[in-house]
């Protein structure tokens, strides 16, 4: 139905930043989110955006990382600065077909997957 396709990712040093895009297609869902799951530990949610714009992020990465989306390129971005290596993990984008928008709730469509290093 939907196809997340996630790139970006890449090794960076602490305190640098990255972009990471999910082209969707052939549309994007009412929610949309970036999670990320590092090797020791559980998957977690990073950041959601409505289809409408209201955002939501973990505590762990709030004021740090940046959802966005461009509607005409069905393209949701997560611009990440100030990157710790606590960060490193890979990042999945994921689609939720709803109106309610939440970190915590199950998603639809999900991408492959892409893999952020953050060295000390």
């Known amino acids: 139905q939907v196809q997340l396709v996630e790139t970006g990712g890449g090794s960076v040093q602490a305190g640098g930043s990255l972009r990471l895009s999910c082209a969707a297609s052939?549309?994007?869902?009412?929610?949309m989110a970036w999670f990320r799951q590092a090797p020791g530990k559980e998957r977690e949610g990073v950041a959601s955006i409505h289809r409408y714009a209201k955002t939501d992020y973990a505590d762990s990465v709030k004021g740090r990382f940046t959802i966005s989306k461009d509607d005409a390129k069905n393209t949701l971005y997560l611009q990440m600065s100030s990157l710790k290596p606590e960060d490193t993990a890979v990042y999945y984008c994921a689609a939720r077909l709803s109106t309610v928008c939440s970190l915590h709730r199950e998603y639809n469509y999900w991408g492959q997957g892409t893999q952020v290093t953050v060295s000390s």
């Open positions: 052939p549309e994007s869902g009412y929610c």
